[in-house]
């Protein structure tokens, strides 16, 4: 079993559409919870980071993170063409000092206009 | 000007051949990584390194090498190249913790290898 596990989708919405990413892992030490977008052709970039459990809010981009069902979610509000990437979900333990990243597979999405 | 620059972006090669890539970056940070992206796998870390003289395997290093040539360059190499290793190649690099003991890694574009 992988520590993190990610639906590579590939997931296909309408613009405006509110979309749901998920991941869920099984190493209980991850305190560190990023989502990373990459288009196609290029390298991944930081979107959203959270630490611990909560949620946290940027725009129409919101990361929520359940400790508890290690669970971790992103939500897209008013999805726009231009959100069509891969989603990777990423984490890493606190004792590591992140710099050791574990990545999901990915969540291809497509924003359809 | 890209802060994270890898050459070559595209390269086939043949079984048995040794490639080099490379990176450079401009952001002055002292942490690079090299990963490789395979489909239905993600990201997997291949070497990091903290400084200059600090090298360290990551998950799958078997097969590679790395060389840090100063602080600006990381070089991934590949001793005798095998198809299994045909992939998307990634280098990043990141700065100091922040307090909260947390940092951001930066990606170059990639470099896509096919080993024939």
């Known amino acids: 079993q992988k520590e993190v596990e990610q639906d590579p989708g590939p997931l296909s919405v309408p613009e405006g559409a509110i979309v749901s990413l998920n991941c869920t892992y099984s190493?209980?030490?991850?305190?560190?919870f990023m989502w990373y977008r990459q288009y196609s052709r290029k390298g991944p970039e930081l979107l959203m980071y959270?630490?611990?459990?909560g949620n946290k809010e940027d725009g129409r981009f919101t990361a929520q993170v359940d400790k508890s069902s290690k669970y971790i979610s992103l939500f897209i509000r008013d999805s726009q063409p231009s959100d069509s990437a891969t989603y990777l979900c990423?984490?890493?333990?606190?004792?590591?000092?992140?710099?050791?990243?574990?990545f999901g597979t990915g969540t291809r999405l497509t924003i359809i206009p | 000007d890209a802060d994270v620059t890898q050459t070559p972006r595209n390269r086939i090669t043949k079984t048995g051949k040794r490639i080099m890539l490379e990176c450079s970056q401009t952001?002055?940070?002292?942490?690079m990584y090299w990963y490789r992206q395979d489909p239905g796998l993600g990201l997997r870390l291949i070497y990091y390194?903290?400084?200059?003289?600090?090298?360290n395997k990551g998950e799958i290093s078997d097969g590679y090498s790395v060389s840090r040539q100063a602080q600006a360059k990381f070089s991934l190499s590949l001793e005798s190249a095998i198809p299994n290793q045909t992939a998307l190649y990634f280098c990043?690099?990141?700065?100091?913790?922040?307090?909260?003991?947390?940092?951001?890694?930066?990606f170059g574009p990639g470099t896509r290898l096919t080993v024939l």
């Open positions: 990043a690099t990141s700065d100091l913790p922040l307090a909260e003991n947390y940092n951001e890694q930066f």
């Open positions: 190493n209980s030490a991850f305190q560190y």
């Open positions: 959270t630490y611990s459990s």
């Open positions: 990423a984490m890493s333990a606190e004792n590591f000092g992140n710099e050791k990243l574990t």
């Open positions: 952001k002055g940070h002292d942490r």
């Open positions: 390194s903290f400084d200059v003289k600090d090298i």
